[in-house]
């Protein structure tokens, strides 16, 4: 079956503007997670979705970032008025119940100039 | 102290090899623990899941789960150079009602033919 599916795959932005960043999960999985990877470095939690509600957004780097899922699918990842700190891979992933494995898809690239 | 600790490497072994990779934490409550592997540039896949204590072996791999001392380890078996790549540990708990999600920061493997 399809996997996690994030798009766009690249997105190179002017400091100050907003972007937006879209997961698609695999079907049926109700848990849903972002995180962010700076080059060289680990993934840093940002956020995760049980169905459509996200008990916890203290992972959020600044209130500069939201995220939303909708119809306990697809997810996305706001942020506004980007800075140059914000340049990093944002990866989704999903897992069929919390606590149950993740899978990962391929990454946003976000690059901030 | 960190949550969890795992050793950057870079970690260099010939092929056929015998890897292993491991992890510490501080935090007793996680439970569940997790292997990933991560190709430059692609998103993290799912290698080993584990629960409790003990063994898991698939194939080459074996991840082993020491809850008393608080460490984790993923063995890799007859190294072959598609094994190159960095692998991260991760684990999660359920904490007043929200999960809480960790990475280590990833070990790079190289397998040399």
């Known amino acids: 079956g399809a996997g996690v599916s994030q798009s766009p795959s690249n997105k190179v932005t002017e400091k100050g503007k907003d972007v937006e960043l879209r997961c698609d999960p695999i079907s049926g999985h109700t848990a849903l997670y972002w995180y962010r990877q700076r080059l060289g470095q680990g993934l840093e939690f940002l956020i995760y979705?049980?169905?459509?509600?996200?008990?916890?957004k203290s992972g959020l780097p600044s209130d500069r970032f939201s995220a939303e899922r909708t119809g306990e699918s697809v997810s996305t990842l706001t942020i506004q008025r980007t800075q140059q700190e914000d340049s990093a891979v944002y990866l989704c992933?999903?897992?069929?119940?919390?606590?149950?494995?993740?899978?990962f898809g391929p990454g946003t690239r976000l690059t901030v100039t | 102290q960190k949550e969890v600790e795992q050793d950057p490497g870079p970690l260099s072994v010939p092929e056929g090899a015998i890897v292993s990779l491991n992890c510490t934490y501080s935090n007793s409550a996680f439970q569940y623990f997790m292997w990933y592997r991560q190709y430059s540039r692609k998103g993290p896949e799912l290698l080993m899941y584990t629960y409790s204590s003990g063994n898991k072996e698939d194939g080459r791999f074996t991840a082993q789960v020491d809850k008393s001392s608080k460490y984790i380890s993923l063995f890799i078996r007859d190294s072959q150079p598609s094994d190159s790549a960095t692998y991260l540990c991760a684990m999660s708990a359920s904490l007043g009602g929200s999960e809480k999600l960790v990475f280590g920061k990833g070990t790079k493997l190289t397998v040399n033919p």
């Open positions: 979705f049980q169905g459509n509600s996200a008990p916890d």
């Open positions: 992933a999903s897992s069929l119940q919390l606590f149950y494995e993740q899978y």
